[in-house]
Each structure stands twice: as structure tokens, then as C-alpha cells.
């Protein structure tokens, strides 16, 4: 396979697997999401008395799942844009780092076959790639929010389109946008730093344990990784999730009530003045569960199917090599 066309397939196979690591991680982690919107949206929601309501609630099950499709477009395109920016500006950097495009190949005792890059570059990637696909995917993004919450009976999403279109117009649409990026720039800033530290630290503890020759250069096995990748990505998540969950408060309050809560300063200081500064941090524990369990499942989806990718293409490469040489 010539390097143009192999360069192509990677890239056409990172958005195919970061689309498919957000499909999975969207439908299995609906429930959380929509009880993080609906105590989000009012001081006097809480985690328990939510559930209960919407348990109490006719069709319980469909209920919990509100928001199912919007959720699976944001995220699945989202993640695809996201993961195939983040390559491209990965292997850009680290080609740029070492003079060279073949600087990129992964070591073989670490868990992930991704770029490796100094801190400054794992948070500026990770910070720029998620700005993009947010900005993107914003208006998805609005429509999730809106259908996920108690305060709009929109039955479709067509519906609930033209009532955002009637209503506010075009930028209705891009509603938050200023939080969301606030928030997702540092949160993915810092989840690729932390999540890149912890891979190789632990990578490196698992090599000296598996590996029964300390000299020679062993490879993690799949399981290994996988693992490490796992609890990289819980790790990361919740650090980053953390620092950025005030922005993340104030964006659902622009979402939801855009004519209370007009930009970033203005709903932050309002929602300081009458509920507190624990307003910025509602729905933390349940953001934090989620993004926790969502990112490590999206990453470890991700990176498992890149690297059984990229063991198909050195195996279809060394066929096709032994071939050339054969009929020479």
C-alpha cells in the first residue's frame, strides 16, 4: 500500500472508529446524561428526587432514553470529527517536532499506537480538535439540551428545530457556544495530558511486569492495553471534568433559558448572586461518573480499533511485500 493511500485509510478509519466509539458511549450513557441536564436546570432539582419522578412517570424506560438520537448524532459525528482532527493535528505536531513524517510510530511498550508529544502539544491538540467539533456539532448540541430537559414538551426533532428557529433565529442554534468552548477546550486540553501521562506511566509498570526480559522491547498484549487505556481515560476524565464543570453549568442555563441567562459572565454572575456559588458545580457527581465511564469507553473503543487496524495494514503490507519479492 503506497503511503498516499495508506495515509488516506488511516485517516478515513480514525473517523470511522471515533464515530463508533461515540455511538456506543452516547446510547449506553443516555440516562446519565439527561439527569445531569435536568439537575442542571433548576437549583431545587436533585439526583434522587429526578429519578424518582421520571420512575413515578408514565413510560419510564423511553423516558430515561429521552434524547437518545440528538445525544447519538452530537456525540458519534462529534467523536468522529473529534478523533480525526486530533490525528491529523497529532501527526502534524509530531512531524513537526521531529523533522521527519515517519516520526509518529508508536514504541512498543506503551499501551496506545497514537503520536507521542510533549505536554504542551497533547494540550494544545487536544484543546483546538474539541473546539472544532464543538463549534461544528453546536447546533445538535442545542436541539439535545432542549429535548433532554422537563421545560420543552418537543416531540421530534423537527419540531423542536423549528421552535428554536422561530423563537431565537439562527443563532438559537449557537446558543452556549462561548461556555462550551471554555469548557471543552481546557476539559480536552487536559484529558489528553493526563490521559497520555497516566498511559505511559502505567504502560511502563505493566512492561516491567510482564516482561521477563528487561532488555528486550516488549509489546503490551491487547488485554494489557485495553486496560490501561481504561483506567487512563477514568483518571483523566475526572480530573478534567472537575476544572471545567462551572462552564459547563452555565452553558445548560444559556441552552435552556437563553432569555434569562444571555452570555457566560452574565449567567455566571447571576446564578452566583441567587443560588450560590454551588450552582456552578451542580450535577458534578453525576458528570463526573459520566464522562468518566463515557471517555474511558470512547478512548478505549478508539484505540483498540486503530490498533487492530494498524496490524491489519502491516500484515496486508508484508503479504504484499512478500509477494513483490517472490516475482523478483
Not at 448540541?141 to 423549528?162: D, G, M, N, Q
Not at 476524565?237 to 445548560?252: H, M, R
Not at 433559558?257 to 450560590?276: C, H, R, S
Amino acid at each position: 500500500m503506497s503511503d498516499g493511500g495508506k495515509s488516506r485509510s488511516s485517516s478515513s478509519f480514525h473517523f470511522f472508529a471515533g464515530l463508533s466509539s461515540g455511538i456506543v458511549s452516547a446510547v449506553l450513557l443516555q440516562p446519565a446524561d439527561l439527569l445531569k441536564t435536568r439537575v442542571q436546570q433548576s437549583r431545587s432539582s436533585t439526583l434522587l428526587g429526578t429519578i424518582r419522578t421520571i420512575a413515578n412517570g408514565p413510560n419510564p424506560i423511553s423516558q430515561f432514553w429521552r434524547g437518545t438520537l440528538p445525544s447519538t448524532i452530537r456525540t458519534g459525528c462529534g467523536s468522529a470529527i473529534y478523533f480525526s482532527s486530533l490525528n491529523a493535528l497529532r501527526r502534524r505536531a509530531a512531524s513537526l517536532a521531529a523533522g521527519r513524517a515517519d516520526a509518529v510510530a508508536a514504541t512498543g511498550d506503551h499501551s496506545s499506537s497514537l503520536p507521542k508529544l510533549s505536554n504542551t502539544a497533547n494540550l494544545a491538540t487536544g484543546a483546538v480538535a474539541r473546539t472544532w467539533a464543538g463549534f461544528i456539532m453546536m447546533p445538535i448540541t442545542v436541539l439535545k439540551v432542549r429535548y433532554e430537559s422537563s421545560l420543552y414538551a418537543y416531540t421530534s426533532l423537527a419540531s423542536a428545530t423549528k421552535d428554536i428557529y422561530r423563537t431565537t433565529g439562527l443563532k438559537g442554534f449557537f446558543a452556549g457556544f462561548g461556555a462550551t468552548a471554555v469548557r471543552d477546550a481546557p476539559y480536552a486540553g487536559l484529558y489528553v495530558l493526563f490521559y497520555e501521562q497516566s498511559k505511559r506511566r502505567l504502560s511502563a509498570l505493566a512492561t516491567r511486569i510482564e516482561s521477563t526480559d528487561p532488555s528486550a522491547s516488549a509489546r503490551l498484549s491487547s488485554s494489557t492495553s485495553a486496560g490501561i487505556n481504561f483506567v487512563s481515560g477514568v483518571a483523566a476524565a475526572g480530573l478534567g471534568t472537575t476544572i471545567s464543570n462551572p462552564f459547563d453549568a452555565i452553558k445548560t442555563r444559556i441552552q435552556l433559558m437563553p432569555d434569562t441567562y444571555t452570555n457566560l459572565v452574565q449567567a455566571g454572575k447571576k446564578m452566583i448572586a441567587e443560588e450560590g456559588p454551588r450552582s456552578l458545580f451542580d450535577g458534578l457527581g453525576i458528570r463526573i461518573a459520566r464522562k468518566a465511564i463515557s471517555s474511558a469507553l470512547a478512548w478505549t473503543v478508539y484505540e483498540e480499533l486503530i490498533r487492530r487496524a494498524e496490524r491489519g495494514w502491516q500484515e496486508v503490507e508484508s503479504v504484499s511485500s512478500a509477494t513483490v519479492g517472490g516475482k523478483v
